[in-house]
């Protein structure tokens, strides 16, 4: 089931007198600065109603949009709102933006109304979040917990999000530092195989001798699901097999898996398109409610129990190229339904992100933006809600790419990462040379983030970016920025 729009506010309920006030104020925590503070109050009650208020003071990064969810424990519902664009699904309460308020910079805070009813009792909300991150409760420490790779050849971390950082059990900071194994999304569904050259033990290992900590693995929804114009020796329980047995091989090398979802179906013949066909054969500009969820559901069903695991919702969204402007294209990504300029329904981020969590799978999360996860300039005013706490966003990043500066990352990206973890799950270069991953590399790891080099197979670097001329881990010049860098941070 698609993730439903923001739905229609209820009618005003008629003029009634107030029978008195009662004020419930939320209190901050003593401690270091939350991240966010807001201030609940009953400020008329009667009846079978009462006005309320909320007043939301932002102490982390300007935000140039918000959103403030919390749940009625009551049954209590909303019935209209001012100040913000109110909402209510279930018991959860958002308020949102208006077009005029989005704006809150360090230290701003904003206040909103609404009117609701009630019945039996009316207790305030025990916990708000503000575009998903906690409120009224203390900050991260200052001073970050030191980071260290997963050792080579030992056990992957169970990772979870703390803050702006990826961290393991003991609260350790854990950077993702590797490559990408390309193959498990077109082979399949190309009717050649499953992956592009061996995924044997010892093909494993030389990219774990790189001191890589970290494997991104693309893979194909048609190809998952076993879909009838997958052969089926290349899908359903054959590809997920294979799937499992690659995850496993590289977790027994010491490195994190992370499972990607590639390609995927729903026919698309506009701006950029990679292919007309509606079939999984290409990169599409969203997900697509067809599958897509599902496809999430039975891959965070068979991961669910491996926190070590990291699920990247989608390789590389453009509905920026599909759409006429940009509040469309952010809302798409967030949302799905029915987008401008694409014909079939979308899955936006919000959907997939409660397909995972509704198997109980707490699995670290990534996220790309827009423009091929190059455009990170709105992600934390669009991003999901992740009742689990565990999202992260994701950023891809080439020479030729439009944010390839150290001054659109100063712009765009240092922003995002002050807030949630942020790991480039694609960098690399066509020019069979190192000089600009070299310099994304440094970058990244001035700021403690993650990255990983597209790609570990053996293709011609002249006609993309190949890390490798063998799989024994011979490098290309290229690929040998890369492994000399890996190398290098542990040595």
Same mark, same amino acid.
């Given at each position: 089931?698609?993730?439903?729009?923001?739905?229609?506010?209820?009618?005003?309920?008629?003029?009634?007198?107030?029978?008195?006030? %009662?004020?419930?104020?939320?209190?901050?925590?003593?401690?270091?600065?939350?991240?966010?503070?807001?201030?609940?109050?009953?400020?008329?009650?009667?009846?079978?109603? +009462?006005?309320?208020?909320?007043?939301?003071?932002?102490?982390?990064?300007?935000?140039?949009?918000?959103?403030?969810?919390?749940?009625?424990?009551?049954?209590?519902?909303?019935?209209?709102?001012?100040?913000?664009?109110?909402?209510?699904?279930?018991?959860?309460?958002?308020?949102?933006?208006?077009?005029?308020?989005?704006?809150?910079?360090?230290?701003?805070? #904003?206040?909103?109304?609404?009117?609701?009813?009630?019945?039996?009792?009316? *207790?305030?909300?025990?916990?708000?979040?503000?575009?998903?991150?906690?409120?009224? %409760?203390?900050?991260?420490?200052?001073?970050? *917990?030191?980071?260290?790779?997963?050792?080579?050849?030992?056990?992957? *971390?169970?990772?979870?999000?703390?803050?702006?950082?990826?961290?393991?059990?003991?609260?350790?900071?854990?950077?993702?530092?590797?490559?990408?194994?390309?193959?498990?999304?077109?082979?399949?569904?190309?009717?050649?195989?499953?992956?592009?050259?061996?995924?044997?033990?010892?093909?494993?290992?030389?990219?774990?001798?790189?001191?890589?900590?970290?494997?991104?693995?693309?893979?194909?929804?048609?190809?998952?699901?076993?879909?009838?114009?997958?052969?089926?020796?290349?899908?359903?329980?054959?590809?997920?097999?294979?799937?499992?047995?690659? #995850?496993?091989?590289?977790?027994?090398?010491?490195?994190?898996?992370?499972?990607?979802?590639?390609?995927?179906?729903?026919?698309?013949?506009?701006?950029?398109?990679?292919?007309?066909? #509606?079939?999984?054969?290409?990169?599409?500009?969203?997900?697509?409610?067809?599958?897509?969820?599902? +496809?999430?559901?039975?891959?965070?069903?068979?991961?669910?129990?491996?926190?070590?695991?990291?699920?990247?919702?989608?390789?590389?969204?453009?509905?920026?190229?599909?759409?006429?402007?940009?509040?469309?294209?952010?809302?798409?990504?967030?949302?799905?339904?029915?987008?401008?300029?694409?014909?079939?329904? #979308?899955?936006?981020?919000?959907?997939?992100?409660?397909?995972?969590?509704?198997?109980?799978?707490?699995?670290?999360?990534?996220?790309?933006?827009?423009?091929?996860?190059?455009?990170?300039?709105?992600?934390?005013?669009?991003?999901?809600?992740?009742?689990?706490?565990?999202?992260?966003?994701?950023?891809?990043?080439?020479? +030729?790419?439009?944010?390839?500066?150290?001054?659109?990352?100063?712009?765009?990206?240092?922003? %995002?990462?002050?807030?949630?973890?942020?790991?480039?799950?694609?960098?690399?270069?066509?020019?069979?040379?190192?000089?600009?991953?070299?310099?994304?590399?440094?970058?990244?790891?001035?700021?403690?983030?993650?990255?990983?080099?597209?790609?570990?197979?053996?293709?011609?670097?002249?006609?993309?970016?190949?890390?490798?001329?063998?799989?024994?881990?011979?490098?290309?010049?290229?690929?040998?920025?890369?492994?000399?860098?890996?190398?290098?941070?542990?040595?």
């Amino acid at each position: 089931m698609r993730h439903p729009p923001r739905s229609v506010l209820l009618a005003a309920a008629g003029a009634v007198a107030l029978v008195g006030s %009662v004020v419930v104020p939320v209190v901050a925590a003593q401690g270091a600065t939350p991240a966010c503070t807001v201030e609940y109050a009953v400020t008329g009650q009667w009846d079978s109603g +009462f006005q309320g208020s909320v007043k939301v003071t932002n102490n982390q990064a300007a935000l140039s949009g918000w959103k403030l969810t919390f749940d009625f424990t009551g049954g209590q519902q909303v019935s209209q709102g001012w100040n913000a664009e109110w909402s209510q699904s279930g018991a959860t309460v958002t308020a949102a933006n208006e077009g005029w308020n989005g704006a809150l910079g360090t230290g701003a805070s #904003v206040s909103a109304g609404f009117l609701a009813s009630w019945s039996g009792g009316n *207790p305030a909300p025990a916990a708000f979040k503000l575009n998903g991150t906690t409120c009224n %409760v203390d900050a991260e420490p200052t001073t970050p *917990p030191p980071t260290t790779p997963p050792p080579p050849g030992g056990t992957p *971390p169970a990772l979870r999000v703390s803050g702006n950082k990826l961290v393991d059990a003991d609260g350790t900071t854990r950077r993702l530092l590797g490559v990408n194994r390309s193959g498990g999304e077109f082979m399949c569904v190309q009717g050649y195989g499953i992956w592009d050259g061996p995924v044997d033990d010892a093909a494993i290992k030389a990219i774990a001798d790189w001191k890589a900590n970290t494997v991104r693995i693309p893979l194909n929804e048609e190809c998952w699901l076993g879909l009838s114009n997958v052969k089926p020796e290349y899908g359903g329980a054959n590809y997920i097999a294979a799937v499992k047995e690659l #995850v496993a091989r590289v977790e027994a090398h010491g490195m994190t898996p992370v499972l990607e979802l590639h390609w995927s179906y729903g026919q698309y013949t506009g701006n950029s398109a990679g292919c007309s066909d #509606v079939h999984a054969t290409c990169q599409k500009p969203m997900p697509d409610m067809r599958y897509s969820p599902a +496809f999430w559901s039975s891959v965070a069903s068979t991961f669910k129990d491996d926190r070590a695991a990291v699920f990247d919702l989608f390789n590389e969204p453009y509905p920026d190229r599909a759409a006429s402007s940009t509040t469309d294209a952010w809302t798409c990504w967030r949302d799905g339904g029915t987008c401008p300029g694409i014909s079939y329904e #979308v899955a936006g981020m919000q959907d997939l992100v409660d397909s995972v969590r509704a198997t109980g799978a707490r699995n670290v999360i990534l996220a790309g933006g827009l423009a091929y996860s190059n455009d990170l300039s709105q992600w934390t005013a669009y991003k999901p809600t992740d009742p689990a706490g565990n999202l992260a966003a994701a950023y891809h990043v080439y020479n +030729f790419n439009s944010c390839a500066s150290e001054s659109c990352w100063n712009s765009t990206l240092a922003p %995002v990462a002050a807030q949630v973890p942020l790991v480039a799950g694609e960098i690399g270069e066509n020019t069979c040379s190192h000089g600009f991953t070299d310099r994304v590399m440094g970058w990244f790891d001035d700021h403690d983030l993650s990255y990983l080099g597209w790609t570990w197979n053996t293709w011609d670097c002249s006609s993309g970016p190949s890390l490798i001329s063998a799989y024994d881990g011979t490098p290309t010049a290229y690929g040998a920025g890369l492994r000399d860098h890996l190398r290098a941070l542990n040595p």
